[in-house]
């Protein structure tokens, strides 16, 4: 159980285009799912909280505008990149939280792997 | 959101257990601490999640004192297969303010033969 997808796995773009990644929880429903980002040989940075019907928060330094976040539903979350650019190129990863008894749980997706030409 | 603080790097050998600590002075008390291990180009893999004593399951313990302040995760007969970098967060907890996790800069594990 507990598993959470992400498409695409990967993804090439030219510069100046926008690139969805879908992240979905398969067996379960998530209060709240997070996305994030990752450069190479660097941990991973918060990029924004969703929640289902409401407006993502954005993490200090994200620009809301750019990387657009939509959560339709208890068990899908968009992350749009607009106009993309070559410093773009990351991977991003997504998770949902899961209550489990006292606390949250977060599951991890496979990530996306975006390169912008 | 508490700060944590663990060793960059650690190399062990096959077969031997390992035991990563980490740091984490400013828990809240609705905080739990989670261990996530992750392979290059992957998501994190859930590992364990503690809020005090001891936990155990079918990859790992994880020591929690009194105080919380630090956590140990414990891997018994580690293989080369278990060569990653682990997170140690903190938060999570029901009631708390958020449930959001901030990831600190992880520890290397390198298992050799």
């Known amino acids: 159980g507990a598993v959470v997808s992400q498409h695409p796995s990967r993804v090439i773009c030219k510069s100046g285009t926008s690139v969805k990644i879908e992240c979905r929880s398969l067996?379960?429903?998530?209060?709240?799912m997070f996305w994030y980002r990752q450069f190479p040989k660097q941990s991973l940075m918060l990029m924004a909280t969703?929640?289902?019907?409401?407006?993502?928060?954005?993490e200090q330094g994200v620009e809301k505008d750019k990387f657009l976040i939509n959560h339709a539903s208890l068990t899908l979350s968009t992350l749009t990149v607009t106009s993309a650019h070559p410093e773009d190129s990351s991977f991003y990863i997504c998770?949902?939280?899961?209550?489990?008894?006292?606390?949250?749980?977060?599951?991890f997706g496979p990530g996306t792997r975006l390169t912008v030409t | 959101l508490a700060k944590t603080t663990q060793p960059i790097s650690m190399d062990s050998y096959e077969g031997q257990e390992v035991n990563i600590t980490c740091s984490h002075n400013?828990?809240?008390?609705?905080?739990?601490i989670t261990w996530y291990q992750q392979f290059p180009s992957q998501g994190p893999r859930f590992i364990i999640q503690?809020?005090?004593t001891k936990v155990t399951n079918e990859v790992a313990s994880l020591f929690i004192p009194a105080d919380r302040k630090s956590s140990t995760l414990s891997l018994p007969r580690v293989s080369l297969s278990d060569t990653a970098v682990y997170y140690c967060?903190?938060?999570?907890?029901?009631?708390?303010?958020?449930?959001?996790?901030?990831f600190g800069t992880g520890t290397l594990l390198a298992v050799q033969p």
């Open positions: 998770s949902a939280s899961l209550i489990q008894g006292g606390s949250y749980e977060q599951y």
């Open positions: 067996d379960f429903q998530a209060t709240t």
């Open positions: 969703s929640n289902e019907g409401s407006k993502a928060t954005y």
């Open positions: 400013n828990i809240a008390t609705n905080d739990y």
């Open positions: 503690g809020y005090k």
């Open positions: 967060l903190v938060g999570g907890g029901y009631g708390g303010a958020t449930n959001k996790l901030i």
